[in-house]
């Protein structure tokens, strides 16, 4: 294996694995950060999508009217990508 290419990839993955969850109740819900924020997923917080992000979805356009909107909001690549559950 090429010793060049094998170096960046086990410092993604060293910090991928060292950099944990974290999770907090909020005012307005639950919060959980996964990979330094990469990942944020905040549960019955109900609150309108960043105005930073790129891509803006709604469960409901994705797979349809599935029962009880529970309120999540997923972003994905800190806010780049928004999925909202309302």
Not at 15 to 28: D, F, I
Not at 37 to 50: F, K, W
Request: charged residues 10%; aromatic residues 6%; contains cysteine.
């Amino acid at each position: 294996m090429n010793t060049k290419a094998f170096l960046p990839l086990a410092l993604i993955v060293i910090v991928a694995s060292l950099s944990g969850c974290a999770h907090q109740t909020t005012r307005t819900g639950s919060k959980t950060n996964l990979l330094f924020g990469l990942v944020e997923i905040e549960r019955g917080a109900y609150q309108p999508t960043p105005v930073n992000s790129l891509v803006a979805t709604n469960s409901n356009e994705l797979i349809g009217n599935a029962g009880k909107p529970s309120g999540t909001q997923t972003k994905i690549a800190w806010g780049l990508i928004t999925n909202n559950d309302y």
